[in-house]
Nanobody, 115 residues
Framework: QVHLVESGGGLVQPGESLRLSCAAS????????MGWYRQAPGKERELVAG???????NYGDSVKGRFTISRDNAKNTVYLQMNSLKPDDTAVYYC?????????WGQGTQVTVSS
């Protein structure tokens, strides 16, 4: 069982930045994939960014060029740096990981972008 705890959400104005953190209870080096999803009210959960154990990354089209995912294996933590935030980025952001056939989710952290 892998426990994921997100932090770093909050209320920001358009154009500002936030960094989300996801701390894992186990070594993230062993996890096949870690990523961030988000879900806005009335919308389906969507992939924001992901990173594999090999170090490759992928991003949702709406965040490419603005968001960056990174991992610190020594701290068992994955980060999501979010720049140039827009009101459409408002959502609950969830950390996700999987190892072989098991999937794990964090409890979510709210990000609100509003003037």
């Amino acid at each position: 069982q892998v426990h994921l705890v997100e932090s770093g959400g909050g209320l920001v104005q358009p154009g500002e930045s936030l960094r989300l953190s996801c701390a894992a209870s186990e070594s993230i080096f062993m996890l096949d994939f870690m990523g961030w999803y988000r879900q806005a009210p009335g919308k389906e959960r969507e992939l924001v960014a992901g990173t594999t154990s090999a170090g490759s990354t992928n991003y949702g089209d709406s965040v490419k060029g603005r968001f960056t995912i990174s991992r610190d294996n020594a701290k068992n933590t994955v980060y999501l740096q979010m720049n140039s935030l827009k009101p459409d980025d408002t959502a609950v952001y969830y950390c996700y990981a999987h190892l072989r056939f098991d999937a794990y989710w964090g409890q979510g952290t709210q990000v609100t972008v509003s003037s």
